[in-house]
């Protein structure tokens, strides 16, 4: 893979409310990592990553400069809780507005209980913004000095843990970053959490994109209209429910208008479901099925994402990490993990230099017709204080040196892959670093094209990441042999991830296949009121079958 990465922008969508989880926290670590004052020290680590690959610099009607994600996230009604769905960025109304000489009657609804977190957060916010007014009276250093705010030293994001496992209901309960007034689009036609009306089916989410294709779009092209060199796409989807036929649908929408532009999907999935009925999880196998062939068709490349290791239905078991206890049933805690695997995963495409393309990424893994690619991490990357990174590296043995967080993948045989290290300490400019991982990778894996990105940053998880690490994890993410105190927080971590385009997705693919070819897609009304037929069925399932024979040593040449 070509080492060169030009900068360009990238346009995050997030499709459903799991992705949107998992999206919160993601966009939760990257600002964690921002330094507004570094510190000579700080400096180098500091111009890494380039931010403005996935964020964009604007300024409210009051004239507050703000920096917020390039993000279209789409969930149903009802699904943000305290968060309003233009942000609070642009809250230039208030009842003081009102200009009406008649009668006024003013019904107010309670509002819902800010958690310790946000109540914080909304501290902090209303002192920066008094500062900021203050500014035009005092000269530049001084009101520099008021705004720089941010960094881990702030009480609210560093030292301060907060217990947040019983308080999150929706992601918008845990958000600590800022979002533009076109990012939150909710669609009215569904209710979250309905107990009348499920949007469960395929077929609800394709009739849910032509109905508001309107409202998609102009969001989409706010974005993408002020890019100066899109580069592409990132799409986190459920896919295992309506919003996997949104994702399907928006997906070619963007191949079909932004056809020279790359589209990574990113289809995420629950450990467990609220509902584990026979007809629940039918509906999830089909959905998974029509997901996977549809997003397979319309994007440069997929890679599933869960932590239920053995089922596409979830509900069979939760995958292992040796230094995480956290719990599979809240999606606070399986959504945080998907996230730090994003994050470092998406590194080579978001460095200031020494980075990816990702339409070169997609194009390498996805060669020979596989449309699908795994991923993998080790998380933390179990490193001991003062141990060289060779030795670390060889400390994991004959074992694959990360878990696998795609459905039925076990090991990393296959054409390519691409590993990204991060939060290790190098000599100057990480080239010991990059040495080091080539040689273990050409030594470990000498039959695959392997590239590999080695970042000096660590994984930034203050609050609100939930507190999942094991106790011989230190405060800075390194095994110790040391207990850490329940009192103590973990800041940052070390993180190894692999994207592959591992032969075991074509066993993946076959067991989503096989669980699906039992069916008679005529007896599940829901999908058939909803435009399936039996013939479009059987068109998907064959081409499933066609996308996992690329994985097969015939096909492959391996």
Same mark, same amino acid.
């Given at each position: 893979?070509?080492?060169?990465?030009?900068? #360009? /922008?990238?346009?995050?969508?997030?499709?459903?409310?799991?992705?949107?989880?998992?999206?919160?926290?993601?966009?939760?670590l990257?600002?964690?990592?921002?330094?507004?004052?570094?510190?000579?020290?700080?400096?180098?680590?500091y111009k890494?990553?380039?931010?403005?690959?996935?964020?964009?610099?604007?300024?409210?009607?009051?004239?507050?400069?703000?920096?917020?994600?390039?993000?279209?996230?789409?969930?149903?009604?009802?699904?943000l809780?305290?968060?309003?769905?233009?942000?609070?960025?642009?809250?230039?109304?208030?009842?003081?507005?009102?200009?009406?000489?008649?009668?006024?009657?003013?019904?107010?609804?309670?509002?819902?209980?800010k958690?310790?977190?946000?109540?914080?957060?909304?501290?902090?916010?209303?002192?920066?913004?008094?500062?900021?007014?203050?500014?035009?009276?005092?000269?530049?250093?001084?009101?520099?000095?008021?705004v720089?705010?941010?960094?881990?030293k702030?009480?609210?994001?560093?030292?301060?843990?907060?217990?947040?496992?019983?308080?999150?209901?929706?992601?918008?309960?845990?958000?600590?970053?800022?979002?533009?007034?076109?990012?939150?689009?909710?669609?009215?036609?569904?209710?979250?959490?309905?107990d009348?009306?499920?949007?469960?089916?395929?077929?609800?989410?394709?009739?849910?994109?032509?109905?508001?294709?309107?409202?998609?779009?102009?969001?989409?092209?706010?974005?993408?209209?002020?890019?100066?060199?899109?580069?592409?796409?990132?799409?986190?989807?459920?896919?295992?429910?309506?919003?996997?036929?949104?994702?399907?649908?928006?997906?070619?929408?963007?191949?079909?208008?932004?056809?020279?532009?790359?589209?990574?999907?990113?289809?995420?999935?629950?450990?467990?479901y609220?509902?584990n009925?026979?007809?629940?999880?039918?509906?999830?196998?089909?959905?998974?099925?029509?997901?996977?062939?549809?997003?397979?068709?319309?994007?440069?490349?997929?890679?599933?994402?869960?932590?239920?290791?053995?089922?596409?239905?979830?509900?069979?078991?939760?995958?292992?990490?040796?230094?995480?206890?956290?719990?599979?049933?809240?999606?606070?805690?399986?959504?945080?993990?998907?996230?730090?695997?994003?994050?470092?995963?998406?590194l080579?495409?978001?460095?200031?230099?020494?980075?990816?393309?990702?339409?070169?990424?997609?194009?390498?893994?996805?060669?020979?017709?596989?449309?699908?690619?795994?991923?993998?991490?080790?998380?933390?990357?179990?490193?001991?204080?003062?141990?060289?990174?060779? #030795?670390?590296?060889?400390?994991?043995?004959?074992?694959?040196?990360?878990?696998?967080?795609?459905?039925?993948?076990?090991?990393?045989?296959g054409?390519?892959?691409?590993?990204?290290?991060?939060?290790?300490?190098?000599?100057?400019?990480?080239?010991?670093?990059?040495?080091?991982?080539?040689?273990?990778?050409?030594?470990?894996?000498?039959?695959?094209?392997?590239a590999?990105?080695?970042?000096?940053?660590?994984?930034?998880?203050?609050?609100?990441?939930?507190?999942?690490?094991?106790?011989?994890?230190?405060?800075?993410?390194?095994?110790?042999?040391?207990?850490?105190?329940?009192?103590?927080?973990?800041?940052?971590?070390?993180?190894?991830?692999?994207?592959?385009?591992?032969?075991?997705?074509?066993?993946?693919?076959?067991?989503?296949?096989?669980?699906?070819?039992?069916?008679?897609i005529?007896?599940?009304?829901?999908?058939? /009121?909803?435009?399936?037929?039996?013939?479009?069925?059987?068109e998907?399932?064959?081409?499933?079958?066609?996308?996992?024979?690329?994985?097969?040593?015939?096909?492959?040449g391996?």
């Amino acid at each position: 893979m070509a080492v060169a990465n030009q900068g #360009k /922008e990238i346009v995050t969508l997030q499709i459903g409310h799991y992705s949107n989880f998992v999206g919160t926290h993601w966009w939760n670590l990257q600002e964690a990592s921002f330094i507004y004052s570094p510190s000579e020290s700080e400096r180098e680590d500091y111009k890494e990553v380039n931010h403005d690959v996935l964020f964009r610099e604007g300024i409210t009607l009051t004239g507050q400069q703000t920096y917020t994600p390039r993000l279209v996230s789409i969930d149903l009604k009802g699904s943000l809780n305290t968060l309003r769905q233009e942000g609070s960025l642009y809250d230039i109304a208030s009842s003081d507005d009102i200009r009406w000489a008649g009668d006024v009657t003013l019904h107010q609804s309670s509002a819902t209980k800010k958690n310790k977190f946000l109540e914080d957060l909304e501290t902090r916010d209303c002192t920066d913004v008094k500062r900021l007014k203050l500014k035009d009276n005092e000269d530049e250093k001084e009101g520099q000095a008021c705004v720089s705010y941010g960094g881990e030293k702030d009480g609210v994001f560093g030292p301060r843990l907060y217990d947040l496992d019983n308080c999150i209901d929706v992601w918008s309960d845990f958000s600590r970053v800022h979002l533009h007034r076109k990012s939150v689009f909710l669609a009215q036609q569904y209710q979250h959490n309905s107990d009348i009306e499920f949007f469960d089916v395929f077929g609800q989410g394709r009739q849910l994109f032509h109905a508001t294709i309107g409202e998609v779009e102009e969001r989409l092209r706010f974005f993408t209209e002020e890019c100066d060199n899109l580069q592409g796409f990132q799409l986190l989807v459920d896919q295992y429910n309506g919003f996997g036929g949104l994702g399907a649908e928006i997906a070619q929408y963007l191949q079909d208008d932004y056809s020279h532009k790359a589209i990574l999907t990113l289809p995420v999935s629950p450990t467990l479901y609220q509902n584990n009925s026979i007809y629940y999880d039918t509906c999830r196998t089909v959905n998974n099925v029509l997901s996977m062939s549809n997003l397979a068709n319309h994007s440069s490349l997929v890679v599933p994402m869960s932590l239920a290791p053995g089922s596409w239905k979830g509900s069979s078991g939760a995958v292992s990490f040796p230094h995480l206890t956290y719990k599979s049933q809240l999606h606070y805690h399986t959504s945080a993990i998907l996230a730090a695997v994003l994050d470092t995963t998406s590194l080579p495409w978001r460095m200031t230099s020494d980075g990816t393309a990702i339409s070169q990424i997609t194009d390498s893994l996805s060669a020979g017709g596989r449309a699908v690619a795994a991923v993998g991490a080790s998380l933390p990357f179990p490193m001991p204080p003062d141990t060289a990174l060779l #030795k670390a590296l060889h400390g994991q043995g004959e074992v694959e040196p990360w878990t696998w967080l795609t459905p039925f993948c076990l090991s990393t045989r296959g054409k390519a892959h691409m590993v990204t290290l991060r939060g290790i300490a190098t000599d100057r400019g990480g080239t010991t670093a990059d040495a080091v991982m080539r040689q273990y990778l050409e030594v470990r894996y000498p039959s695959q094209l392997n590239a590999s990105l080695v970042v000096n940053s660590p994984c930034k998880v203050s609050s609100p990441f939930p507190h999942i690490f094991a106790a011989d994890i230190s405060q800075v993410g390194l095994l110790s042999g040391k207990q850490r105190l329940p009192t103590t927080g973990v800041e940052s971590v070390p993180v190894m991830t692999c994207l592959s385009s591992a032969s075991d997705i074509g066993t993946s693919l076959k067991n989503l296949h096989a669980s699906a070819k039992r069916f008679d897609i005529r007896k599940f009304h829901k999908f058939v /009121e909803t435009g399936l037929d039996v013939d479009e069925f059987r068109e998907v399932m064959d081409h499933l079958e066609c996308l996992a024979e690329n994985y097969t040593e015939r096909q492959s040449g391996l």
